[in-house]
């Protein structure tokens, strides 16, 4: 994996400078049918990027999130999100960024997340460690939930699943919490600065595809809020330890809103 690998990454960074040299002009967004924003730079990001894909392997496939999936769906697929945190984007707030993940029968083989604002490069690839900058990077494998730090995604895609009692409880068990939501917040448990992630948006393939090989080769576990592996949906990253206790009390606290 890595070619692949060095490619994803090539394709992260070409893709957030590209929008970074937009950040705050990033002309007038539009709402999607499922009601998240678009702007002419996410469109223009992936335009890029699949281009590239197919000068460098013509035989795979590529799903974006703003033109979907072309090619055959049993090939090998590229995934990409030119812009993960658009709204930050919008709001002028650095949390974002372009990622990029390898999927092969549907295992994310090879992951690239560019936060070009932030100035960090996060990539991993099965069997070959999870990196920041080119640094290795690793989990923080705190074993009680009290001494965890705790981050999360936005608070009203919990309150719309029932899941409102979770995340206070959540909260109160941790040792402290911050919303710093979208890939960020996965990259930071990779990365031993968090130890559990919580996002309980809708979330599709090109938000999680590219952190799935990141956390695992870091020695984190990414889910679904179920525990069982991620397929759409809510999404938890933990340091491990504390993994099964946290879905536990998310079945608890939909057992009480049924």
């Known amino acids: 994996m890595k ?3 060095a490619f994803a990454e090539e394709l992260a960074r070409v893709g957030g400078d590209l929008a970074l040299a937009r950040f705050g002009n990033p002309g007038d967004p539009r709402r999607k ?3 998240s924003w678009v702007t002419e730079v996410d469109e223009a990001v992936e335009r890029e ?3 590239r894909i197919r000068e460098t392997f013509p035989d795979h496939a590529i799903h974006g999130e703003e033109e979907g ?3 055959d769906e049993n090939a090998p697929r590229w995934v990409i999100d030119p812009i993960d945190g658009t709204n930050n984007f919008l709001e002028r707030i650095p949390i974002w960024g372009t990622l ?3 999927r092969i029968d549907g295992v994310s083989v090879v992951g690239a997340a560019y936060a070009p604002a932030l100035g960090e490069l996060y990539s991993g690839a099965r069997g070959e460690g999870a990196r920041l900058n080119g640094n290795a990077i690793s989990v923080e494998p705190v074993r009680l939930l009290q001494d965890a730090t705790l981050v999360l995604g936005g608070l009203r895609h919990f309150v719309e699943l029932g899941l409102s009692d979770f995340v ?3 909260a109160a068990r941790t040792r402290r919490d911050r919303g710093l939501g ?3 917040g996965h990259m ?3 990365r031993g600065a968090a130890h559990v992630m919580v996002d309980a948006a809708n979330l599709g393939v090109w938000d999680v595809a590219a952190l799935e090989p990141i956390v695992a080769e870091a020695g984190g576990w990414l889910t679904g809020l179920d525990g069982e592996p991620w397929v759409g949906g809510p999404a938890l990253s933990t340091c491990g330890p504390v993994h099964n206790e946290v879905v536990e009390l998310a079945r608890l606290a939909r057992a009480r809103h049924e």
């Open 49 to 51: 990027l699949r281009a």
């Open 168 to 170: 206070t409880e959540l």
């Open 182 to 184: 979208d890939f960020w």
């Open 100 to 102: 990029v993940a390898l």
């Open 3 to 5: 070619r692949e690998l």
């Open 33 to 35: 049918a499922d009601g």
């Open 188 to 190: 930071l448990v990779a």
């Open 69 to 71: 999936l072309i090619g």
